[in-house]
């Protein structure tokens, strides 16, 4: 593990909030919404409206900045600011099955802005970590998605939408076809 538990989920969950944007809109409705809410085994508050919908969508090309930011200063820059918007009080929490974690804002919060601060925490451990050079985009040309690297060795260098295997294949295929050599 290279930080702690719930900051690589919640970086891991950051990185696939922004890429439900890939190759279309895939958080269209309250349901998309309710199940990536589950898959990411987020907890309190739902208001289950459109404007929670809207207000999860407008974060995600904010988010977005932080990977697309041309370094360390204007990264600060960006999540300095979304702490502040978002009122980041940290709070050590235990509940459902989870020990003891940071929340930094209330349960009671809206969904977008505990996603907003939940992301942002996590980017304060990585930037006094220095391991912001784990941010990635995805290394596939027709792929805009973002990416973590959380391996040891920092090898991770495709989206989760199965861009790796499809390098491999075609370079598989490359290969085979003699076009390149292995
Ligand atoms: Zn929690
Ligand atoms: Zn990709």
């Given at each position: 593990m290279i930080f702690a538990h719930d900051t690589e989920i919640s970086l891991a969950g950051a990185a696939a909030l922004v890429n439900?944007?890939?190759?279309?809109?895939?958080?269209?409705d309250l349901a998309a919404l309710d199940a990536f809410y589950r898959t990411w085994q987020w907890t309190g508050r739902r208001a289950g409206t459109e404007a929670e919908l809207r207000a999860v969508q407008r974060l995600r090309p904010r988010l977005r900045q932080v990977w697309e930011a041309a370094g360390e200063e204007q990264i600060v820059v960006l999540v300095n600011e979304l702490l502040r918007e978002g009122r980041a009080l940290p709070q050590l929490v235990r509940h459902d099955q989870f020990s003891w974690h940071l929340h930094a804002?209330?349960?009671?919060?809206?969904l977008a802005t505990r996603m907003m601060v939940e992301a942002a925490m996590a980017f304060v451990d990585m930037i006094r970590e220095d391991e912001?050079?784990?941010l990635r985009r995805c290394a596939a040309d027709d792929c805009d998605n973002v990416l973590v690297d959380l391996s040891k060795n920092r090898s991770k260098r495709f989206c989760e939408a199965g861009c790796g295997n499809r390098a491999a294949v075609n370079a598989y295929r490359a290969r085979k076809a003699g076009r390149v050599r292995p």
């Open positions: 439900t944007t890939d190759g279309g809109e895939q958080l269209p804002a209330p349960s009671e919060a809206p912001l050079s784990r």
